[in-house]
């Protein structure tokens, strides 16, 4: 029979036992939670490039119908016109049915890509232009400018952003670093300056250096010479 002090003692020994398996439980079970808010936070990030990446891919999509529609109507290529809203004024009152966002030509929204999306968390901008062609889409040639595409742009998105766009849009798993194409390329809008000429292409996205990874690929995203990620889509093909 154990006496009072015996007793005692093997009363505390039980108890500090105890007390040691509960802190190493609470301990595991802080590690598994903070664990799970990790994993839950990157599968969180994941999802918000997802749906930003959509709403980037789904707009020019948008623009591409107005365009369709407005050659269906008899507007020709060469006579689109990209006038943003708050350049409607320089438009001669017979060139409203070939401006795409226009009412009176393809009527289509013309909307600025939210901060979200940007590098420099502002507002972006899009560029409608055919100064370039996506080797492998309509015709080909780099002599003249009957192959380029028309093609919308954006330049400065987020890097994450990019390689998300490139991922969903064609399976590319790699950012292409085009070292012929800086960001300021691609930062032009084709509207009533300019005479309904297409000019030759600036560069061939495809076959300019560091692109070949984009051939035949109508939506895709690259870093440009600068450094700036640059998202395109194109919405005609020539």
């Given at each position: 029979m154990l006496s009072d002090t015996e007793y005692n003692d093997t009363q505390r020994g039980n108890v500090l036992f105890l007390i040691l398996i509960a802190v190493v439980l609470f301990a595991a079970l802080s590690y598994a939670v903070t664990q799970s808010s990790r994993t839950g936070g990157g599968d969180a990030g994941r999802e918000a490039n997802l749906i930003r990446s959509s709403e980037l891919?789904?707009?020019?999509a948008a623009v591409k119908t107005a365009i369709v529609r407005m050659i269906i109507n008899g507007v020709t290529y060469e006579g689109l016109k990209f006038n943003p809203p708050s350049a409607f004024g320089a438009l001669a009152s017979d060139e409203l049915v070939e401006a795409v966002f226009h009412p009176s030509g393809g009527a289509a929204a013309y909307v600025q890509p939210s901060a979200?999306?940007?590098?420099?968390?502002?507002?972006?901008?899009?560029?409608?232009?055919?100064?370039?062609?996506v080797d492998d889409i309509g015709t080909s040639t780099a002599t003249s400018p009957d192959g380029n595409?028309?093609?919308?742009?954006?330049?400065?998105?987020?890097?994450a952003i990019c390689d998300r766009l490139n991922e969903e849009s064609n399976g590319v798993t790699t950012i292409p670093t085009a070292s012929a194409i800086a960001s300021t390329d691609v930062d032009e809008l084709y509207d009533d300056g300019d005479s309904d000429t297409i000019p030759n292409e600036t560069a061939i996205i495809g076959t300019s250096a560091?692109?070949?990874?984009?051939?035949?690929?109508?939506?895709?995203?690259?870093?440009?010479?600068?450094?700036?990620?640059?998202?395109?889509q194109v919405l005609a093909e020539r």
């Open positions: 891919t789904q707009y020019p979200a999306v940007m590098a420099d968390n502002l507002p972006g901008e899009w560029f409608f232009n055919p100064n370039f062609e595409e028309f093609i919308a742009f954006l330049p400065g998105i987020k890097e560091g692109t070949t990874a984009l051939a035949g690929q109508v939506a895709g995203c690259f870093e440009a010479s600068d450094g700036v990620f640059v998202y395109y």
